[in-house]
């Protein structure tokens, strides 16, 4: 029997470690098939994601040419197509990495039971974690609720595998003529926004594919990496790695990270030491519970992982979500995120707890409307690090910051910001104020708002709340489901 291959790639957009990839090329000649399934029950991407596809499975289209491959593209039902593809091209070795949404779950095991059931092998691999969510437990076996337990179990395991080098060559499988007319070109995709053109922004700030991640982390080992610990608050300055867009699609692996810290380390060649690796390590970690959060609760993006938030008496729907969206609230840490956000499709980890915190709590806005925003707006949208991370803020997630941690955005951005320079890039208008006043423009001198062309509730919004306000009511909110009385701290 002739040996012949296929791989399918979903959010394992590299050569490199990627252990499915390299046994279907060490199986025979191999078909690269990447499908756009948006019918089914997963979530659909959003529009900065889809941008970030895009370029991705060009970069990817591009390598495996350089090997001697092809990436036929298609859309399709993945149920569907594959067991008439793998017929028709006499494929006998199906190969993935797995997934950890239930969606996606459950699509791969009946796939799988169709396949097998037609005699092909499947074999499915894990590039996206390093630890799969199953793979940690806790001493009673049982899934675990709180990160640092979680990580100490982790790093008990051990080092991750040395990752892979990417396959030399690639024997191509070509598509049987039958299906030739079901590829496509990766513009019928329309991943990327047409008019208007609104992705100018992320094209500047990014270069997605195996080849930008690999650079992004180079630069960073030999960059922000010193002083990690400490400088990864700030988002004034380039302060950590931004490798979340090419984690989450795969165009690196945590493994590979993990060990070119270690041998950046050992070489002398990092910026950092050992606590900054350390730090960073954990970051990695805090994706890690997020998967493993995930897996344990399917539904964690759109219920309450602690049921006592059901009743929670969200403010009714105002004109204050559009506000927050686009950069009007009037704080100014808050709307240079936000805007931040809209121009690059990534902000700040800093930020991203302020502007949450100031939706959920000081406008009393359900955290899934917030989730929503960033799963359409963020190039990194992650199933599991977003909904985890909203509900984390929100208070009504695992091992979560308490409801009552509420971030006050003019002392965070006095803290974080210093000298207003986040500030001033993001919102211009405010670029000429004082260090004294850019956090607190509502309170700036008629003559230093003059000399800085600023006009309150013209070129720059008044406060869209008042945060002592703001805070009470959200305090008067919780107590109102759980009982307790919060003093005002
Ligand atoms: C409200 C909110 C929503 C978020 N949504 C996402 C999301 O959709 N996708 C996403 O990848 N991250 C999300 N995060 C986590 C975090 O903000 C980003 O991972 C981080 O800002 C990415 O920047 P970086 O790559 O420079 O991080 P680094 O500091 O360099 O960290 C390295 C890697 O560790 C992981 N990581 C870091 N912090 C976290 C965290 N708190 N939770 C989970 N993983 C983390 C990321 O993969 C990151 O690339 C969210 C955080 C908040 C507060």
Redesign the pocket.
């Known amino acids: 029997m002739t040996r012949a291959a296929l791989h399918w790639f979903r959010d394992d957009l590299r050569l490199a470690d990627n252990p499915g990839l390299a046994a279907a090329t060490a199986h025979g000649p191999t078909l690269c098939l990447y499908i756009l399934d948006e019918g089914g029950e997963r979530r659909r991407l959003g529009g900065a994601s889809r941008w970030w596809l895009a370029q991705s499975l060009r970069a990817l289209s591009a390598s495996l040419r350089e090997r001697g491959a092809e990436l036929v593209v298609m859309r399709a039902d993945p149920a569907d197509l594959l067991p008439k593809l793998v017929a028709e091209a006499g494929i006998d070795l199906v190969t993935w990495s797995r997934r950890y949404e239930a969606a996606a779950i459950a699509l791969d095991r009946d796939l799988k039971e169709t396949l097998v059931g037609a005699g092909v092998t499947v074999r499915s691999f894990n590039s996206h974690l390093l630890n799969e969510p199953w793979q940690v437990s806790s001493k009673l076996g049982e899934p675990m609720k709180v990160f640092t337990p979680y990580w100490r179990a982790a790093r008990a395991k051990g080092e991750p595998a040395a990752p892979e080098p990417a396959p030399q060559r690639i024997l191509p499988l070509p598509l049987p003529r039958a299906l030739a007319r079901a590829a496509v070109d990766l513009t019928d995709l329309a991943l990327e926004p047409a008019r208007p053109d609104w992705a100018g922004g992320l094209r500047a700030e990014w270069t997605p594919g195996e080849a930008g991640a690999a650079e992004r982390l180079g630069d960073?080992l030999s960059g922000s990496l010193g002083g990690?610990g400490e400088g990864?608050n700030r988002p004034d300055c380039v302060?950590?790695?931004?490798?979340?867009?090419?984690?989450?699609f795969g165009e690196i692996g945590?493994r590979q990270?993990w060990h070119a810290c270690q041998t950046a380390s050992a070489a002398g060649m990092a910026a950092g030491g050992a606590s900054d690796i350390d730090k960073?390590l954990s970051?990695?970690?805090?994706?890690?519970?997020?998967y493993h959060l995930l897996f344990y609760n399917p539904e964690l993006a759109t219920k309450n992982y602690n049921a006592r938030f059901d009743a929670f008496p969200w403010a009714p729907e105002t004109q204050a979500l559009k506000r927050w969206q686009r950069g009007q609230t009037g704080y100014p840490l808050v709307d240079a995120g936000m805007r931040e956000l809209w121009a690059t499709g990534?902000?700040?980890?800093r930020v991203?707890?302020v502007?949450?915190s100031f939706l959920i709590k000081h406008l009393l806005i359900d955290w899934r409307q917030?989730?929503d925003w960033?799963?359409d707006t963020?190039v990194?949208?992650?199933?599991?690090?977003?909904?985890?991370?909203?509900q984390?803020?929100a208070g009504s997630g695992a091992d979560a910051a308490p409801y009552y941690r509420i971030f006050n955005p003019v002392t965070q951005g006095e803290k974080f910001d210093p000298r207003g320079d986040y500030v001033r890039r993001w919102v211009p208008e405010l670029a000429d104020l004082d260090d004294a006043a850019i956090h607190t423009p509502w309170q700036a001198s008629a003559s230093a708002l003059r000399d800085a062309g600023v006009s309150l509730g013209e070129t720059y919004p008044m406060p869209v709340i008042d945060l002592a306000f703001g805070r009470q009511r959200a305090l008067d909110a919780l107590a109102s489901v759980s009982g307790e009385t919060v003093l005002s701290r």
Not at 346 to 349: D, K, L
Not at 380 to 390: H, L, R
């Open positions: 960073f990690y990864r302060s950590t790695s931004r490798l979340s867009p090419h984690l989450r945590p990270i960073f970051e990695i970690g805090w994706r890690e519970f997020s990534w902000m700040h980890n991203r707890m502007v949450a917030g989730e960033f799963w963020l990194d949208a992650d199933p599991a690090s977003n909904a985890a991370s909203w984390w803020v």
